[in-house]
């Protein structure tokens, strides 16, 4: 499944950013939807998981309390908000997508099929 992410952007330390993943071609509902961010020099991260009705939720540890994943399968459309931005917070953020029975999510990177080109967020100290 094609997917595209897109809300990153340059935002001050302590500032809030709303990213969205969409699947144009496909119906999201069908797919658990992870979230991942890769900073320069750094290994990919785990950053969100939620199944496809939206009824179980996954954070990474670096970000549990500040970021929320969420999804309106209605509006084929996933979000991940992000609160109390740090410049560490710093990196690429990719969407990805594997389909699933209802209720499963992911928190590993190999369990996704199909990956989203990726939208930079920046921090500012």
């Known amino acids: 499944v094609q997917l595209q992410a897109s809300g990153g952007g340059l935002v001050q330390a302590g500032g809030s950013l709303s990213l969205t993943c969409t699947a144009p071609r496909r119906t999201i509902s069908d797919y658990v939807i992870g979230w991942f961010r890769q900073a320069p020099g750094k290994e990919r991260e785990f950053v969100a998981t939620?199944?496809?009705?939206?009824?179980?939720?996954v954070l990474g540890n670096s970000v549990k309390g500040r970021f929320t994943v969420s999804r309106d399968n209605a509006k084929n459309m996933v979000y991940l908000q992000m609160n109390s931005l740090k410049p560490d917070d710093t990196a690429v953020y990719y969407c990805a997508a594997r389909s699933s029975v209802t209720g499963a999510y992911y928190v590993d990177r190999y369990e996704y099929n199909d990956w989203g080109q990726g939208t930079l967020v920046t921090v500012s100290s």
């Open positions: 939620i199944s496809r009705a939206g009824t179980r939720t």
